[in-house]
């Protein structure tokens, strides 16, 4: 590996970039490794076959393909202008290394490597770019500024990179998010990270529609510098922790009542769900909550995400029932009209809980039944 | 070119046309999915059936009353929910959907429409006012299904050219139709769409096509729409007279020369022509609605009454021949003709279903040309008749 120049500062996403260039079989050696490891790093693109079998050529033949650009989310504290420090730098930390821009090359330089074995001509050189230093939002940041190749990564594969730890260790409040293909059942504090994902998305877009590109794009450029965003991880936890919360509080209210039992004829099919967890702990329900949560925020209602849940106690909990009985059918009758239900849904639960949860109005503020007739009225409203 | 595809539950993966791709899926799949190649599809919508809820099975009604299952109608926004939604689901609506999705991303893909934008389905820019419906071609090949659009055009549903920009503005609303929609919907023992084929008489026919597809879509004029309507009866008196005409010159020996110019004269009446087609009969209360509607008009037009209990088929006659020899009038009738030419749309679909006419085949005549020798018409019958027969 050659350092070719002194790093580049990045203000916006507070990284320095190292220009480098190394022969195929060096860079293979450095992100063989990371590539394996990280289970969010796409597939290879196999119906892409004659352009990456072009690009091989291209390759045999010696000719310069464009950058690859990688990242490292260790923080480099040395000198700039000690280049040597600097590859020892990238190599010491080569496990954390991320493509953000050149995957499906790699994939190609891998198959040459395997085809040509021994023989591979090492002398084929590459110029890789790579950011130092630069964490999960400045990653999220670039993908999405650079990500407008061939085969671009989804938006949700974007936004999960940023809050992927936290599928798998544990956090403070003691949350549990797992993966939709786990098997794993949901429970008061257990939620599927791609839901916990959607609802988020829909806190920081303030929407309860799911997120667009180029939206979360706008959002985040909207931010005066990134830190800004980094601190949303810790939102993040917050608004899944004052949900989590919420659903117990209906839960210990609920418990041991058969919602099926309790709509008699009202409703004899189609529940949008049959207890506490099934109508809470879905999609549609807390996207609702998340936008309404922003939009109190927003309105000045509340400073903090953790204040939600301290008017909880003052929940009217006699009417929890009847509410909810109320909430089903409300939902039966958006399942028989509306043309999108699912968003049709999100739209409901985003008044229902801004009703609920607006403790500026006395009239709903903690108030269940009050709560879902006023987002029955905006929705029909809205529709 | 061939799509690969990969489902675990959660996420389709797509590989095709040069792309790849994916997005969440929460549709169920079976252990025993159906076959993507026995299955083709069309691409509808509507302006009646507009709720996501609004998914049919669809059955295909043959004329003697048997029915077979056709396959599965749903709107492409049926596809978006997540995985509680499908828990009460038909299985075989849930197989049927997969057949779909794998037809929707296959068209989307040879299209170029595919774009990563949101990582959902909608990154297949399908209009969200798309509806698609799944049948088997064991019960209709793509050919035979043309002769099933009048009867989905009855139901409300129109076929679209173009998936991804459907206006449903384009499209009107036939107040009579939305009636029975409401109704129809309200019948929780209305689960399935029956459709039905025209008669083998329609197959083909250009001007039939032009009908379902353009003409009453944006023919708004109620008496261009009802004469539109009315070509189709038309048809079926050509047929008629077609037939009756051979079938006196076969038997013409057997007449006599005044019975022979009766039975003639009657092939110019057009009511007499029109009963023949409507021995089927009335088949439905659409038949007694047109007729109340009719008889309203009537009295409010002054207009001499038909006898009670006159059938459906002189009330229709009456009225093309009011707007035939009254449109000066009729047009001050504008809002009623709009409702009853709405009305008139679905009894022809009906009678194009019902009718029990059959155009009688190889039947030939030949015409003496006396400007020609004897052999030279010999021989020109020969050829009419057909081969050595003739000879005799």
């Given at each position: 590996m050659e350092i070719l120049a002194n790093p580049i500062f990045d203000k916006k996403i507070g990284s320095y970039n190292v220009m480098t260039q190394m022969n195929v079989v060096e860079y293979m050696n450095l992100i063989r490794g990371s590539v394996k490891k990280n289970e969010l790093q796409r597939p290879r693109v196999r119906s892409s076959k004659t352009i990456y079998a072009n690009l091989k050529e291209d390759l045999k033949a010696g000719c310069l393909i464009p950058p690859i650009v990688l990242s490292l989310y260790s923080q480099y504290n040395g000198s700039v202008e000690d280049k040597a420090e600097i590859e020892k730098f990238i190599l010491e930390h080569k496990d954390q290394l991320f493509i953000l821009d050149g995957l499906q090359r790699t994939y190609t330089i891998q198959d040459l490597l395997d085809e040509l074995g021994e023989e591979a001509n090492v002398g084929t050189i590459i110029r890789v770019e790579v950011y130092l230093g630069l964490n999960r939002e400045g990653v999220l940041y670039r993908m999405l500024t650079l990500n407008t190749g061939q085969t671009p990564m989804s938006l949700r594969h974007q936004i999960e990179i940023i809050y992927l730890d936290l599928l798998d260790n544990r956090n403070d409040y003691g949350l549990k998010f797992i993966r939709d293909n786990d098997n794993k059942p949901k429970d008061v504090d257990s939620f599927y990270f791609s839901e916990a994902i959607d609802a988020f998305t829909s806190f920081v877009s303030q929407d309860y529609l799911q997120i667009t590109r180029e939206k979360l794009l706008s959002t985040i450029e909207s931010f005066d510098n990134l830190s800004k965003l980094k601190n949303e991880k810790d939102a993040f936890l917050d608004l899944i922790n004052v949900y989590s919360q919420f659903i117990k509080k209906m839960n210990n209210i609920l418990k041991g009542k058969d919602i099926k039992e309790l709509m008699g004829d009202e409703l004899r099919e189609h529940f949008y769900g049959e207890n506490t967890l099934s109508i809470f702990n879905r999609s549609q329900t807390m996207t609702g909550y998340a936008a309404a949560v922003a939009r109190l925020i927003q309105d000045e209602v509340y400073d903090d995400i953790k204040d939600v849940a301290f008017g909880f106690d003052n929940l009217n909990e006699e009417d929890v029932t009847e509410s909810i009985k109320k909430l089903l059918l409300c939902m039966d009758e958006i399942r028989r009209t509306a043309k999108k239900i699912g968003n049709a849904q999100r739209c409901y639960f985003y008044y229902y809980f801004k009703s609920l949860l607006d403790r500026e109005n006395d009239e709903t503020y903690m108030e269940p039944m009050k709560s879902v007739n006023k987002a029955l009225q905006n929705y029909r409203r809205d529709q | 070119m061939e799509v690969r595809f990969s489902f675990d539950g959660v996420e389709l993966k797509f590989e095709g046309h040069g792309k790849s791709g994916g997005f969440p899926l929460y549709v169920p799949d079976s252990a025993d999915p159906l076959d993507d190649d026995e299955y083709e599809y069309c691409y509808l919508c509507s302006n009646y059936f507009v709720a996501e809820d609004d998914y049919f099975k669809v059955n295909l009604k043959g004329q003697d009353g048997t029915k077979s299952t056709l396959g599965w109608l749903f709107p492409i926004n049926l596809l978006k929910e997540d995985a509680v939604f499908y828990q009460d689901f038909d299985e075989f609506l849930l197989r049927y959907m997969h057949v779909g999705i794998h037809k929707l991303v296959e068209h989307s893909l040879s299209m170029d429409k595919w774009a990563l934008e949101k990582g959902t389905i909608d990154d297949l820019q399908y209009s969200s006012d798309l509806i698609l419906l799944v049948y088997r071609k064991k019960i209709c090949t793509t050919e035979q299904f043309q002769d099933v659009i009048p009867s989905l055009f009855d139901f409300g549903y129109h076929v679209v050219d173009d998936p991804f920009g459907i206006d449903l503005s384009h499209y009107p609303i036939n107040p009579y139709r939305k009636e029975k929609t409401v109704e129809f919907k309200n019948n929780p023992a209305q689960t399935c769409i029956n459709l039905r084929s025209v008669s083998p008489?329609?197959?083909?026919?250009g001007y039939v096509k032009m009908l379902f597809k353009d003409t009453l879509i944006s023919q708004r004029d109620p008496f261009l729409k009802y004469f539109s309507l009315y070509q189709i009866v038309e048809i079926l008196m050509r047929v008629v007279y077609g037939n009756r005409y051979f079938e006196y010159v076969e038997k013409y020996a057997n007449d006599d020369r005044h019975n022979l110019m009766d039975k003639f004269g009657e092939l110019s009446s057009e009511a007499k022509l029109i009963k023949k087609i409507y021995e089927i009969g009335e088949s439905g209360t659409e038949y007694l609605d047109f007729i109340d509607s009719a008889k309203k008009l009537l009295k409010k037009m002054d207009e001499e009454t038909l006898k009670e209990g006159a059938p459906f088929d002189d009330y229709m006659y009456k009225i093309r021949n009011l707007i035939v020899h009254n449109l000066r009038i009729m047009h001050d009738y504008e809002k009623e003709m709009t409702y009853l030419s709405y009305m008139y749309e679905t009894l022809i679909v009906d009678l194009m279903c019902r009718t029990n006419l059959k155009r009688e085949e190889n039947k030939q005549i030949y015409v003496i040309d006396r400007t020609k020798s004897r052999k030279a018409n010999r021989k020109a019958l020969a050829r009419v008749m057909g081969g050595p027969t003739a000879r005799k």
């Open positions: - | 008489l329609f197959a083909g026919s």
